[in-house]
């Protein structure tokens, strides 16, 4: 007989012994959350917070909107900007303040292409009332209890639409804690645009902004994005709720851009000159050639920060002198008319020049984009997972990697490109060229790594087996390994702890036609019939559209 506190949660039993109702409900909470979107996810701090002394006009005015010192009914501000303007390095910024001296951080979400769209519109309001449960703050202390009380109440909370759960777990929770006269708490959405469909950019928005204003409560959003048009077209509706109650701060046309870079790359090239095995006679870098890379940045950090990484790479430093001048040669290089007109052409070739100076350019190219896809399937993408794409030994995926520093952020057990628009540049023929890769070949190739390995079943969900095979383009290696694959090994190899949804089972059924001869997938189909039928609304298995 089963005793203690049992609940069902998508199909599987889970019995707590000793916990009470209010402990079981937050656990679930925090199988909800996405700590990922957390503003400390990202651990390392030379790019998780505006630089010393940088961007102080634009955070002042956000610190004073916080408070309510200034724009007093604005509830939302919108931060907004071109990509590698430094949007994020600012909401970490506020985050980091909010939550560590003033303590009126309630939440923050990051949003990152890496992670699933649908996970993280799932994961919005979850994780948002994770942290206002978990903070120590003094004015809301009893939050974990009512968030906690919220979701005994309506178990089935995380299945609702995401205007209800945000009233649910996060403003009605915050209403009931917070006492009269307490100063506005803050929550932090970045990187809107990032991975989210404009449908959902929208979606947001105008739930957050409908919430905000009915509860009329003591709560700010900082929401910083680029110029998208799905979430301009929101901002600027004249009659809309969101139009009303938003105020704007945009990076496009700060003055401060050009000063706050150059005294960015003034204190890290000190540095780097001070960690050279050689001092240079000279004066290194000279004004001049400050004056050139400001230009070069066009106000936008991301070009002075890369450019500060490939020429400071620890493990090239004795290169530093020699790299600055191929940084600065740039000008001379010819570039095609249509390249220049692009707004990143200068940043392009940045990531051109890094690239090509490489003996092993094309595995390098491959290397990292196999980096920006993986996670979208399996979230993290360690050193180990990378050699088995590449199909490469362990040391030699370091040899790759050692010389990617100023590109690739390897320094967690999780490889990623150091900002977003690196993937725009790789997947993008028109600005990388001659370096492009194209997304369905590199899915492919890990759907080939996954199933060749063959030993791990569970890794191999059917949610990453179908979107995998969706993705993918049907290169003659994943065929040749689907087709010597007989059917129990193709659906049994991907069951996972839960019963997989109909969508799955059929989207995988229908995708693999592609891939394998007609003869064949007679045979598959018998054996679907006979081993899945039970999963498949009667009469309707044959309506039902590809996941």
């Known amino acids: 007989m089963l005793s203690g506190n049992l609940f069902v ?16 409900s937050f656990d679930r909470l925090a199988a909800k959350a996405s700590p990922r979107a957390f503003h400390l996810a990202d651990s390392d701090p030379s790019h998780s917070t505006c630089h010393t002394n940088t961007r102080t006009r634009i955070l002042e005015r956000i610190r004073s909107w916080a408070v309510r010192k200034t724009e007093k009914e604005k509830y939302i501000m919108w931060l907004h900007g071109a990509a590698g303007g430094g949007k994020t390095a600012i909401a970490r910024t506020i985050a980091k303040w909010c939550d560590e001296e003033e303590g009126i951080l309630l939440g923050e979400f990051f949003f990152s292409r890496s992670d699933g769209v649908g996970d993280q519109i799932s994961a919005l309001a979850p994780t948002l009332a994770y942290r206002m449960a978990v903070h120590t703050l003094k004015d809301l202390k009893d939050a974990k209890l009512a968030i906690s ?3 005994t109440r309506d178990p089935h909370i995380f299945a609702a639409p995401l205007s ?18 307490i100063l506005p708490h803050v929550i932090v959405l970045d990187g809107l645009d990032e991975a989210l469909s404009p449908e959902d950019q929208q979606l947001v928005l105008h739930v957050v902004s409908q919430t905000l204003y009915q509860h009329n ?21 004249p009659d809309s709720l969101l139009h009303a109650i938003s105020a704007r701060a945009s990076l496009n046309d700060d003055a401060d851009s050009d000063v706050d870079i150059r005294r960015f790359l003034e204190e890290k090239f000190s540095r780097i000159r001070k960690l050279l095995p050689h001092t240079p006679k000279e004066e290194w870098p000279t004004t001049a050639n400050i004056d050139y890379l400001v230009s070069k940045s066009s106000g936008q950090f991301i070009f002075a920060a890369t450019v500060e990484k490939y020429v400071g790479s620890p493990t090239h430093r ?60 399996f979230n993290i993408i360690t050193p180990e997972n990378l050699s088995t794409v590449l199909q490469v030994d362990i040391e030699e995926t370091w040899a790759i990697l050692f010389g990617l520093a100023s590109l690739l952020d390897s320094s967690e057990n999780n490889m990623r490109p150091f900002h977003a628009s690196f993937g725009d540049f790789i997947f993008d023929r028109s600005r990388s060229l001659n370096l492009h890769r194209a997304v369905g070949p590199v899915v492919a190739d890990i759907l080939y790594a996954k199933l060749r390995l063959g030993r791990d079943p569970e890794e191999l969900s059917y949610r990453s087996f179908c979107l995998l095979l969706k993705n993918a383009s049907p290169t003659q290696d994943l065929r040749d390994i689907l087709s010597q694959m007989t059917p129990n090994a193709i659906f049994k190899r991907p069951l996972v702890r839960r019963p997989p949804g109909a969508y799955f089972l059929i ?15 007679q045979d598959l189909k018998v054996y679907f019939d006979k081993n899945f039928a039970r999963f498949i609304p009667t009469g309707g298995r044959w309506k039902l559209k590809i996941f």
Do not use: W
Not at 507 to 521: G, H, K
């Open 164 to 181: 209800q759960q945000l009233k649910t777990l996060v403003l009605e929770p915050f209403d009931i804690v917070a006492p009269s006269g």
């Open 217 to 237: 409560t003591a709560l700010r959003v900082l929401v910083c994005s680029r110029d998208e048009p799905a979430i301009v077209t929101a901002f600027n509706d």
């Open 507 to 521: 989207s995988i059924l229908r995708l693999l036609e592609t891939y394998i001869p007609p003869n064949d997938y």
């Open 9 to 24: 949660n998508g199909g599987t039993f889970n019995q707590s012994v000793g916990k009470t109702q209010s402990s079981i």
């Open 318 to 377: 004795h290169h530093a002198v020699k790299r600055l001048k191929h940084v600065l040669d740039l000008a001379s290089l010819p570039t095609s008319k249509d390249k220049k007109k692009h707004p990143f052409a200068d940043l392009d070739d940045l990531y051109s020049l890094i690239l090509t100076t490489r003996d092993d350019v094309d595995m390098a190219v491959k290397a990292i984009a196999i980096c920006l896809e993986y996670p979208k399937y």
């Open 149 to 151: 009380s919220a979701i």
